[in-house]
């Protein structure tokens, strides 16, 4: 290869690689986040450089306190029982302290078939818009145990 063909591609790559830092701080994209979230398998302390918390943190929480203290986008572990299904996708979702609505994905629902004896593990994102409060699952359910007979 000679010298112009190199000077040529090295001009290539450093162009592209400043258009794309150009287009990820036009577009707001936090490229400290997105390379933690590109097979980064080092350990991290759960924050970004920009010093935002990673989505992998989810706080357990009961539906009462999803209602009373939770905030939109917030990433929550619930443990209950899903009581009936309402519509494609979205069900109802008890846990002794309140019953919310949950969108679960498809791709989210365990491969066992369970019924509403089962408890169930859901790490989901809350969903609050101006008169309603809902869960969207965010990883696969979890069967936790089948409900004992009293």
């Given amino acids: 290869m000679n010298k112009i063909n190199k000077i040529v591609i090295t001009c290539f790559l450093v162009s592209a690689s400043t258009s ?19 097979g980064f398998v080092g350990q991290t302390d759960n924050k970004s450089q920009s010093g935002l918390v990673n989505q992998n943190d989810y706080k357990s929480l009961s539906i009462k306190d999803i209602f009373a203290s939770s905030f939109d986008d917030q990433n929550v572990i619930v443990e209950g029982y899903i009581k009936k299904e309402i519509k ?7 846990d002794g302290t ?8 498809p791709k989210h629902m365990p491969v066992t078939n369970f019924d509403t004896k089962v408890l169930v593990r859901v790490h989901a994102e809350v969903e609050k818009k101006c008169d309603s409060t ?17």
Avoid: C, P, W
Wanted: no cysteine; hydrophobic share 40%; charged share 30%.
């Fill in 20 to 38: 794309s830092i150009a287009f990820a701080a036009q577009n707001r994209i936090d490229l400290a986040a997105h390379l933690t979230k590109s």
């Fill in 88 to 94: 494609s996708n979205r069900y109802i979702l008890s």
């Fill in 98 to 105: 309140g019953e919310i609505e949950i969108k679960i994905k």
């Fill in 134 to 150: 809902m869960l969207e699952s965010e990883k696969l359910i979890e069967l936790v145990k089948e409900k004992t007979k009293s």
